[in-house]
């Protein structure tokens, strides 16, 4: 009974440092996502990132506003 609870401790310890996020995380994450969307839309601003551990994941919230979407005539060749 006491290994069967001590691995479970240990369990529960990796998993979350493993779904640990710091504050730098956010800060990257949040400059990349807005790089992403002006290449989208025009006037990006008020970009917010909400992150949680879910069940063993990541549930994420990305909430933005912008003054319109970009019109494309073509999809760019990378």
Do not use: H, Q
Not at 38 to 61: H, M, P, Q, R
Request: a positive charge; proline letters at 1%.
């Amino acid at each position: 009974m006491r290994k069967k609870k001590e691995m479970i401790r240990i369990s529960s310890m990796i998993e979350n440092d493993r779904l640990y996020l710091t504050d730098n995380f956010s800060v990257l994450l949040s400059k990349d996502v807005e790089r992403v969307l002006t290449d989208y839309f025009d006037g990006v601003s008020g970009i917010k990132l909400a992150i949680e551990k879910g069940n063993g994941c990541y549930i994420s919230n990305i909430t933005f506003n912008a003054l319109r979407i970009k019109t494309f005539n073509s999809i760019p060749k990378s």
